[in-house]
């Protein structure tokens, strides 16, 4: 089976069947784990400690990365 055209993947038909995916992906529990992306977390102690800072991570997925950095203050 060939992969979809790219106007096959803007079908509704497809895009049910991708967001399907996504929930029991992220429903069976955390798919990377509780633990901050080491390099996140390098960079996190390299750059941002110390004073008071404010951060926008987006795309978070379940937040383990955004936790790590809440937690820093």
Same mark, same amino acid.
């Given at each position: 089976?060939?992969?979809?055209?790219?106007?096959?993947?803007?079908?509704?038909?497809?895009?049910?069947?991708?967001?399907?995916?996504?929930?029991? =992906?992220?429903? %069976?529990?955390?798919?990377?784990?509780?633990q901050?992306?080491?390099? +996140? /977390? $390098?960079?996190?102690?390299?750059?941002?400690?110390?004073?008071?800072? =404010?951060?926008? %991570?987006?795309?978070?997925?379940?937040?383990?990365?955004?936790?790590? +950095? /809440? $937690?820093?203050?």
């Amino acid at each position: 089976m060939s992969p979809p055209s790219r106007i096959e993947e803007c079908s509704p038909k497809f895009m049910a069947a991708a967001a399907v995916d996504w929930d029991d =992906r992220y429903r %069976s529990g955390w798919a990377y784990g509780k633990q901050p992306n080491h390099f +996140l /977390a $390098a960079a996190a102690t390299a750059y941002l400690s110390g004073a008071p800072l =404010r951060v926008l %991570s987006l795309g978070e997925g379940q937040g383990r990365n955004v936790v790590h +950095l /809440a $937690a820093m203050g």
